[in-house]
């Protein structure tokens, strides 16, 4: 099942904006969900991290400060806030999952855009 990332939309340089994932209602409490971003020509990057049995979260050196990853374990949503935010982050952003012990994160839904103006 497909994990659906929203909320995005369009900002001003130093705004903010929180977007949200939905996980599947029979997701594994064993598994890791991520945030990921695709900014146009570039390569998909992995953003953020959460295990969701231990809450343990990891970021991209590039949001280390400005974007926190936090989870709903009732609803099973992930949420990422943005602060500070630049035309650099402007991208599509993704949530996904992945197996404990696994490096290969699946699931991918269709994303969503964030648009940061100057």
């Known amino acids: 099942v497909q994990l659906q990332a929203s909320g995005g939309g369009s900002v001003q340089a130093g705004g903010s904006l929180r977007l949200s994932c939905v996980e599947s209602?029979?997701?594994?409490?064993?598994?890791?969900t991520g945030w990921f971003r695709q900014a146009a020509g570039k390569e998909r990057e992995l953003i953020g991290e959460i295990a969701r049995s231990t809450g343990r979260i990891t970021y991209a050196d590039s949001v280390k400060g400005r974007f926190t990853v936090s989870r709903d374990n009732a609803r099973k949503m992930v949420f990422l806030q943005m602060i500070d935010v630049t035309p650099d982050d402007t991208a599509v952003y993704y949530c996904?999952?992945?197996?404990?012990?696994?490096?290969?994160?699946?699931?991918w839904g269709q994303g969503t855009l964030v648009t940061v103006s100057s």
């Open positions: 996904a999952e992945k197996a404990f012990g696994s490096s290969r994160y699946h699931n």
């Open positions: 209602r029979y997701s594994n409490d064993r598994h890791f």
